[in-house]
């Protein structure tokens, strides 16, 4: 591809997928004093989108990377602005520090929502109808001494404190590989009490706001099995959510058992299948009791050639039978990974540096993570787009290439967004490859 092709494929695939992004980012609140403004929000926004777009993993790259004639007029279009520096990389953080948090939260929901109104990840749905959103916790920020008052603390085996930040993210996952966060609640300590915030109780603030953000969203949550109880099972049907988790012995130990007992007294609840050289075998029970909840529990046996048999077993609210077993298990079960691998390692280790603090203040350290899943979201569309002949880690090796390829066409090759618009008065279409 060329430098211009490449480098068309960012606005093309905005103007597509978020044809209003340009006014959502108009209508972000600037918390700043008015009369000492030089770059408006909205250009500052992109300057941050972009550190994390090419990977940059550190904001004092800004003023060098994005430093030249085409990338500060490039960075000037796409935010249709007409300044003429680019900002010191401490002025981003100087808005995030008092932006509010759910502004940039509440622009991401916004981009998810059209990506659902306009059927865009329609045929990644279970059983054609659910959604499937992963949710599972992990770690943010850390440090040897007491951040802030939100810390959480653990003693390490050295004797030593530790200070961090973790958070819990729900994540819509699909089957070609794509996770794109729908929901994030950080674990903190906020509420003055001895005993420190955890996984849980942020589960339970985290799933009324999913709700509220998409209600009217078919939605089948993948869980642990740490979220197998009956509170965690009472708050899933208030909300209308089906859910898939991890059985494990050590979860409702009454209900793992009497499954362990039924499934091998049932052989007509059972299913064999191969694919390739690989062997499944199936098993379910219907309707177990755990208090005031029934569910169902199936268990998938795989087995590849030259290695030791490996077994699933999941707890799920939907109905199990011979005609939607498989599909339960690899696309909907298997799919938890999804969150741990394309999210959070891919952002952790593939040049996002989620661990790294991007700035020590809390809120804009917040800020910055929000940012992350914006231009993650981003970048997973131009990457699977069919803008590109093929996914990009495909064409150039990995994501961290695709990215500098990117970053090098931004500095040496213009955006031309007129001739673009006009490209867009037609027929216009992006489809996302499946793998």
Not at 145 to 164: A, F, I, S, V, W
Not at 300 to 307: D, L, S
Request: aromatic share 10%.
């Amino acid at each position: 591809m060329s430098r211009e092709e490449l480098l068309g494929a960012i606005p093309k695939t905005l103007r597509h997928f978020f044809p209003s992004l340009t006014s959502w980012l108009r209508d972000l609140p600037d918390p700043r004093d008015p009369n000492r403004i030089t770059y408006p929000v909205r250009f500052l926004v992109w300057t941050g989108l972009l550190m994390f777009l090419f990977l940059m993993r550190a904001r004092r790259r800004l003023r060098h990377d994005l430093n030249s004639d085409y990338g500060l007029a490039n960075l000037n279009r796409l935010a249709g602005t007409e300044l003429d520096t680019l900002p010191h990389p401490d002025t981003p953080a100087y808005l995030l520090k008092r932006l509010a948090g759910g502004a940039l939260g509440e622009l991401l929901v916004k981009m998810v929502r059209h990506l659902l109104r306009n059927r865009v990840l329609e045929r990644f749905r279970l059983l054609c109808r659910w959604y499937l959103v992963a949710i599972d916790g992990t770690g943010f920020l850390s440090f040897s001494r007491r951040h802030c008052d939100r810390c959480l603390t653990k003693t390490l085996p050295n004797g030593q404190t530790l200070y961090y930040h973790p958070v819990l993210e729900a994540k819509l996952v699909c089957w070609n590989g794509l996770a794109i966060s729908v929901g994030t609640e950080f674990i903190e300590n906020t509420d003055g009490e001895d005993k420190q915030d955890c996984e849980l109780k942020a589960f339970h603030r985290l799933v009324p706001g999913l709700r509220q953000n998409f209600p009217q969203l078919p939605i089948c949550l993948l869980l642990d099995a740490l979220y197998l109880n009956e509170p965690v099972l009472a708050l899933l049907k208030t909300h209308r959510l089906e859910w898939i988790t991890t059985f494990k012995q050590g979860s409702l130990p009454e209900a793992y058992g009497e499954f362990e007992t039924l499934h091998a007294l049932r052989p007509q609840q059972a299913m064999e299948e191969l694919e390739g050289r690989t062997h499944r075998q199936y098993h379910w029970v219907n309707q177990l009791r755990q208090g005031q909840h029934s569910f169902d529990a199936f268990e998938c046996v795989e087995t590849k050639p030259g290695r030791k048999p490996t077994r699933f077993v999941w707890a799920t609210s939907l109905s199990v039978k011979p005609s939607n077993v498989h599909k339960l298990s690899q696309q909907g079960g298997r799919l938890r990974w999804k969150i741990e691998n394309e999210g959070f390692n891919t952002q952790k280790n593939g040049g996002y540096d989620l661990e790294h603090a991007y700035c020590e203040h809390w809120n804009a350290a917040c800020n910055f993570y929000r940012l992350i899943q914006i231009a993650h979201l981003v970048s997973q569309l131009i990457a699977k787009g069919s803008l590109l002949s093929a996914p990009a880690a495909e064409l150039f090796g990995n994501l961290r290439a695709f990215a500098a390829r990117l970053l090098e066409a931004w500095r040496t090759a213009p955006l031309d967004m007129d001739s673009l618009e006009a490209n867009l008065t037609g027929r216009f279409q992006i489809r996302l490859h499946d793998y």
